[in-house]
């Protein structure tokens, strides 16, 4: 057992006394909460993850700017339409024919919206990386999404080294086959002609559209979506009733 209690990561838990004031725990997050992420679980990736994650969604959004029929979900919660068939929530879906629906989702649910996305990145996370490279794999093949891609950056729990590479799988007859990448380690995505791939320090990744043949450069306004504001001040408004709990138990002791 790792020694840190919240090695993997914790789940706030919320109770309300006679007052109805609001009083919160935590429990200790295990590897398979992974693949049944709730809307209060609070994973342990580490500062590179988050900065990773943030310029793929990026990258997304804007590659699809001006496209109504395209909703870009980040971290949001796949309700399949197969039973006991693990939901977790992507760093990064694709769903093509839907209104984007990025602001009103907690949840993502295949049947009740009547599409699946066609698309998924996940950012490979140190210590989750074999539930990303092998169980979601299956999941998601599952699922029926046309690709799957990863975005490793070598690092993995007992190893800080960083070498980028991309990882590529596209469903044929309901099996992922791997997309085998050309000679500068680019994986082509059919869903959203792109290509995905490391930058050339290996230090790094980067997207370049089928279109133009350029990098696509994310501006600030893609860097920030409606779903981060709305998680940053749930945050902020948590913290701050958390403070305030931890006084009124002090003056109450």
């Known amino acids: 057992m790792q020694a840190d209690e919240f090695y993997y990561g914790r789940r706030q838990n ?4 006679r007052t109805a004031q609001p009083s919160y725990s935590y429990t200790p997050l295990t590897q398979a909460d992974f693949l049944d992420a709730q809307p209060t679980d609070e994973f342990m990736h580490g500062p590179r993850h ?65 599409q699946r996305p ?23 093949a599952q699922a029926g999404v046309s690709e799957y891609f990863i975005i490793d950056s070598g690092e993995r729990a007992d190893n800080g080294a960083r070498h980028y590479r991309v990882l590529g799988y596209r469903l044929v007859k309901q099996a992922y086959e791997p997309i085998t990448p050309d000679q500068d380690g680019r994986v082509y995505s059919k ?22 043949g350029q990098p696509i450069t994310p501006d600030a306004d893609s860097m920030t979506s409606v779903t981060a504001a709305r998680v940053e001040a749930t945050f902020r408004a948590t913290s701050i009733a958390a403070q305030l709990n931890f006084l009124r138990d002090d003056e109450s002791a």
């Open 191 to 212: 869903v959203n002609r792109l290509w995905l791939l490391p930058n050339m320090a290996h230090d790094g990744f980067l997207a370049i559209g089928e279109r133009t």
């Open 50 to 114: 988050a900065a990773d994650v943030a310029q793929l969604q990026g990258i997304f959004r804007q590659h699809y700017r001006g496209n109504p029929l395209v909703t870009i979900l980040g971290n949001v919660k796949m309700i399949w339409d197969i039973d006991q068939l693990a939901q977790p929530a992507p760093d990064l879906a694709i769903v093509i024919g839907l209104e984007s629906l990025e602001h009103e989702l907690a949840y993502f649910d295949v049947q009740a919206l009547g």
């Open 14 to 17: 919320i109770s309300y006394g």
């Open 118 to 140: 066609r698309f998924i990145a996940e950012v490979l996370s140190p210590r989750f990386a074999q539930l990303d490279l092998v169980e979601k794999l299956q999941i998601y």
